[in-house]
């Protein structure tokens, strides 16, 4: 039997694989690199590394993951349009013994160095607001969506429009469980040609739910 919890974790695994090797191909790039390096060793949060994402319980299926417990946060892959931007990322992924029910939080920060400080926007993924509340009750967000946002929790101030609407609108996804949703954040902010490589390096060992097949059919195809 498929073990989706462990399939979510080896996603996982690939995307942190994955940044390290584009962060490594623009590592001469110094309008990006100064912003790395800032957010770095700001001191305010942990850079995912080897030892903590080997240590993470992503694998199993009553443990829940929290990067803002650690104030964690993992680089993903440099942009190649708004390239002064770097993006992180916070999960947060309580499991169900039905995988599709499981509760995913996923925030992005894209953040840039501005003078003697940082500015930056940031969004969300989330589950349907039913998978993460104890009585399984969801409200006008209970379907796979994402949203606009100001801040993660922790990590270094930054400078954001104040009135940045945060609650409304919500996005609608094509994402049926986690795994479903870390594809839609990799297309999001990447588009479809790096999808196309990113899918290639995870496939057989990742099982996509049978919805997500007939979107990956036809970005594939074309």
């Known amino acids: 039997m498929i073990n989706r919890h462990s399939e979510f974790a080896r996603l996982i695994h690939v995307l942190f694989k994955t940044q390290k090797k584009e962060w490594r191909k623009r590592s001469n790039d110094s309008n990006?690199?100064?912003?790395?390096?800032?957010?770095?060793?700001?001191?305010?949060?942990?850079?995912?590394?080897?030892?903590?994402?080997?240590?993470?319980?992503?694998?199993?299926n009553d443990t829940p993951t929290s990067f803002q417990a650690g104030k964690y946060v993992m680089p993903l892959p440099p942009l190649k349009k708004?390239?002064?931007?770097v993006p992180l990322l916070s999960l947060e992924y309580h499991p169900d013994g039905d995988f599709s029910l499981a509760c995913l939080r996923l925030k992005v920060l894209m953040l840039q160095k501005a003078g003697n400080g940082l500015v930056g926007i940031g969004f969300r993924i989330e589950s349907p607001e039913s998978h993460c509340q104890d009585d399984g009750v969801g409200g006008i967000h209970d379907f796979y969506h994402a949203q606009l946002l100001k801040g993660i929790g922790y990590g270094p101030d930054f400078e954001t429009p104040d009135w940045l609407p945060c609650s409304q609108p919500s996005f609608a996804l094509w994402a049926t469980d986690p795994i479903d949703a870390i594809l839609n954040l990799v297309l999001t902010l990447y588009g479809r040609e790096f999808y196309q490589e990113f899918i290639t390096s995870i496939t057989p060992k990742v099982n996509l739910s049978e919805e997500f097949k007939r979107l990956n059919e036809r970005l594939i195809s074309r």
Do not use: C
């Open 82 to 85: 708004d390239g002064g931007f």
């Open 32 to 60: 990006v690199m100064k912003t790395r390096q800032e957010l770095e060793f700001i001191g305010k949060w942990t850079f995912l590394n080897e030892n903590i994402i080997d240590k993470l319980p992503l694998n199993t």
